[in-house]
């Protein structure tokens, strides 16, 4: 969906070498952030982003070495303040295309509250969250997302944590739009597509192999011999439909869940499975909370629902406050309740001895 009150954005002819710095591209051998970085610079192209409106902040962590690899404006900021840093941005220039980019540890425990606040207020911005559900840069400790019983140098018995889930994150923030990936899904340009064509705060949740701390920890739906089973991509408007259309996504309307249903001869009428609506919020919260192995991995852009973004509210009231006035900083620090302290003669004597 996209909000009819915002105007194209004017297109740049790129190619993705125009995205690429001359810096070494500096993650493991064979992490997913390659991947990622790939798809977002071919991704920027398609769009017709360019590359001196565009601006990539990231706070710290493995993925926020991003900046340094794509050939456009970037701020690699402090631990978990990249939302703010890209807030004061998009104020100072609203014309820019603004991309965060964080990952689970720096975006959901101590950038929580600043990835909260960013959402709630709808920042026009594109927020890529990159999930390995551990921490990578620190050497392998857990993370705000890593499973029950996940064993790390801080958790040498297994973690007791209840995980965090991000897009459930997101979406109880007052999220406009959340989509998911995983880094080598071929899919995941079209997710980006979306995310930047979107106005307000984009969040897209990348689920990304960690080959050194938890390699293959999310093998089970992205293996190519699990997909089947394991993904389903929602579309707006299509059946929620998996394992290759023989089984569906329905509502189970006494218990008010979701359910799996076989799909028999392609009827997926008769097994009355959902038709995804991108803009229903209550069937995307069930959708990012479905638990796996019961179900499999949603995925795709899950809600799209725009609404007035943060910077042209921002925007807009002063343009109205200023509206045929002569901007004067003293009149408005001034207003309201005033009071003058003066010195008092015999007070400034003393006390009397």
């Known amino acids: 969906m996209t909000d009819i009150a915002t ?17 070494e591209v500096r993650w493991c051998p064979g992490c997913g952030d390659y991947a990622i970085l790939k798809a977002v610079q071919r991704t920027l192209p398609m769009v017709g982003a360019d590359p001196a409106t565009t601006v990539f902040v990231s706070g710290i962590g493995c993925s926020s070495r991003f900046p340094y690899y794509v050939e456009s404006y970037g701020f690699h900021t402090i631990h ?14 609203p014309d820019l295309d603004v991309w965060i980019i ?23 911005c594109q927020i890529l969250l990159f999930n390995n559900e551990i921490y990578g840069l620190t ?11 996940t064993r790390s140098p801080s958790t040498p018995f297994g973690s007791v944590d209840y995980p965090a889930r991000p897009a459930a994150f997101a979406l109880g923030s007052g999220a406009h739009f959340i989509a998911r990936a995983y880094d080598i899904s071929k899919q995941l340009p079209d997710v980006l597509t979306a995310a930047y064509n979107h106005k307000g705060a984009a969040f897209v949740e990348i689920f990304q192999n960690c080959i050194v701390y938890n390699k293959d920890v999310f093998a089970d739906f992205t293996e190519k011999k699990n997909a089947d089973e394991g993904q389903l991509w929602v579309e707006h408007g299509k059946p929620m439909l998996f394992a290759k ?10 218990a008010l869940a979701l359910k799996v249903v076989d799909v028999v001869d392609g009827d997926w ?33 899950i809600y799209d629902d725009p609404a007035t973004s ?13 509206r045929g006035k002569t901007p004067d900083l003293q009149k408005l620090v001034s207003q309201g309740q005033t009071w003058t302290v003066k010195a008092d003669a015999d007070a400034a004597k003393g006390p009397a001895l």
């Not at 105007?7 to 810096?23: M, Y």
């Not at 964080?102 to 026009?124: E, W, Y």
């Not at 097994?271 to 795709?300: C, K, Q, T, Y």
Request: charged letters at 25%; aromatic letters at 4%.
């Open 7 to 23: 105007l194209a954005k004017p297109r740049v002819e790129t190619t993705l070498k125009d995205w690429e710095t001359d810096q």
């Open 80 to 93: 978990g303040r990249a939302p703010a840093v890209a807030t004061g941005v998009k104020l100072a220039n």
């Open 102 to 124: 964080t990952g689970d540890g720096d975006g959901l425990s101590i950038g929580g509250n600043h990835t909260m606040h960013v959402l709630r207020r709808n920042l026009d």
């Open 139 to 149: 050497k392998g400790q857990y993370s705000p997302t890593s499973r029950a019983g």
């Open 245 to 254: 259309g023989t089984k569906g996504i329905a509502l189970d309307r006494e």
């Open 269 to 301: 009428r008769a097994a009355d499975v959902i038709v995804h609506d991108v803009a229903n919020r209550s069937v995307a919260h069930m959708l990012v909370e479905m638990p796996f192995g019961p179900f499999p991995m949603a995925l795709g852009v």
């Open 310 to 322: 943060f910077e042209q509210a921002v925007v807009e009231q002063n343009e109205q406050g200023a």
